[in-house]
């Protein structure tokens, strides 16, 4: 089998679980996040970080990824959808890399702006499988549309 082929089919397997890959990210940044204080405290590290960091990568780094994950995973199993395809995976991959990312670089404006692309980005992803659904989601995924709204009003606030 060439390498192309076998890149590809990586890809698509990734695509069709993305949970895989956002978990993994998210975990990750639990632990960064949980290590900042022991960390700043006995100075190995993150002394002139600002705590702001610990708090958004839980939030965003932790928690988004987790958010993106289930959703992306569960949303098209529940609906009985498409899977998400490697260019929508790589977008959302992407955008969640240059939120954490601007988190490190004490970017904060940067980073909420991400979120909201990132927020943006899923629910083009997902609304669309909702509406081609063959199945009906849980009857508690009717609280979706006002966490993403929370989510938007929340961070363009912050960029206010």
């Given at each position: 089998m060439p390498i192309n082929m076998k890149i590809h089919e990586i890809l698509t397997?990734?695509?069709s679980e993305p949970?895989?890959?956002f978990f993994l990210f998210g975990t990750a940044m639990a632990w960064i996040a949980v290590f900042f204080w022991p960390a700043k405290f006995f100075e190995i590290a993150f002394i002139n970080t600002s705590?702001?960091?610990h708090v958004y990568l839980q939030i965003y780094g932790f928690l988004f990824a987790?958010?993106?994950g289930f959703l992306t995973t569960a949303i098209p199993r529940?609906?009985?959808t498409n899977t998400l395809s490697i260019t929508e995976l790589f977008l959302l991959v992407i955008l969640y890399v240059s939120l954490?990312?601007?988190?490190?670089c004490h970017s904060f404006l940067f980073a909420h702006l991400f979120f909201v692309l990132n927020l943006l980005l899923l629910i083009c992803i997902l609304?669309?499988?909702v509406f081609k659904r063959k199945r009906n989601p849980p009857p508690t995924f009717i609280f979706l549309p006002f966490g993403f709204l929370l989510g938007l009003s929340g961070s363009c606030i912050q960029l206010c």
């Open positions: 397997k990734a695509a949970f895989r890959i705590t702001k960091v987790f958010i993106l529940f609906t009985q954490v990312t601007s988190l490190f609304v669309p499988r």
